[in-house]
């Protein structure tokens, strides 16, 4: 019940491209690209890693824990594994070095209760990514954390503050990472998916970006979103959540 949501201004799926069609919605552009995952070994990370691999890009992922990273039909050299944690101190320049794109998958309910993990993570690597010159990030929270411009609906509120009271520990610090991603980081391409995961299990349909309530989603769902959600343009500079296209009404 962590992340959740529904309601209007939804974009077609069609305009949501991937890495292999650009950006731009000019001619698919066949390049290889480098994506950068944190949290790979993670209940979304695990199925997103999948989708860039399978269209022919490369994945560098930083994991605490290697043999917990799902390898099964994938090249290993298409993916570059670093052991390491965002918590401890690391070499976000040699991360980040070479990469086309940045994607953070990132939750700890436990440590985030205690601080912000993520926000002190993201203020360390928001200027690893400028000095070499990367511009596109992908943040996802949760669907229950409020975006910078605007308050919870108080129905979402009610529950944060009751049967999800547990996570507002996680909620806080994603609402921290996105209010400096407005403030400090607007030279970036950033983008963050506010996600509505309820659990895992078959998928229930393709999710779209939506300005109102998220879907309650799965895992593998987000991931497949997240990933198209990394080159639409249209979503630089959003803090949305995301609503299944079927009850969007779109096609």
């Known amino acids: 019940m962590d992340q959740h949501h529904d309601g209007d201004d939804h974009r077609d799926p069609g305009d949501e491209r991937r890495l292999s069609e650009g950006t731009a919605g000019g001619a ?13 070994t993670g209940q979304t990370g695990r199925h997103f890693i999948r989708h860039p691999l ?16 799902d390898r099964d039909g994938v090249d290993p050299a298409a993916l570059e594994v670093v052991q390491g944690s965002v918590v401890n101190d690391l070499d976000l320049d ?12 990132l939750g700890d309910r436990a440590a985030q209760q205690v601080r912000p993990v993520n926000t002190d993570f993201v203020r360390r690597l928001v200027p690893a990514m400028r ?5 596109r990030l992908l943040y996802q929270a949760g669907g229950l954390s409020a975006p910078p411009d605007r308050p919870l609906p108080l ?3 009610a529950v944060r503050a009751t049967i999800a009271r547990s996570y507002d520990g996680q909620h806080r610090d994603n609402e921290a990472v996105m209010r400096y991603l407005t403030d400090d980081a607007m030279d970036l391409s950033w983008v963050v998916h ?22 309650i989603a799965t895992f593998g769902d987000c991931a497949a979103y997240d990933y198209r959600l990394l080159t639409d343009a249209s ?15 779109v096609r």
Not at 194 to 215: E, H, M, N, Q, T
Request: net charge positive.
């Open 28 to 40: 698919p552009d066949a390049t290889p690209r480098t994506i950068l995952v944190f949290g790979a």
């Open 54 to 69: 399978r269209d022919g890009h490369r994945v560098r992922v930083l994991v605490r824990t290697p043999a917990k990273l």
């Open 94 to 105: 040699a991360l980040v070095d070479g990469v086309d794109a940045v994607v953070c998958l």
């Open 131 to 135: 000095r070499h010159g990367v511009d």
């Open 155 to 157: 129905a979402l509120r």
């Open 194 to 215: 506010r996600a509505g995961i309820g659990s895992d299990g078959p998928s229930k349909g393709v999710l779209v970006r939506s300005a109102g309530r998220p879907s």
């Open 235 to 249: 979503a630089v500079h959003t803090c949305d959540p995301s609503i299944y296209a079927r009850r969007a009404g």
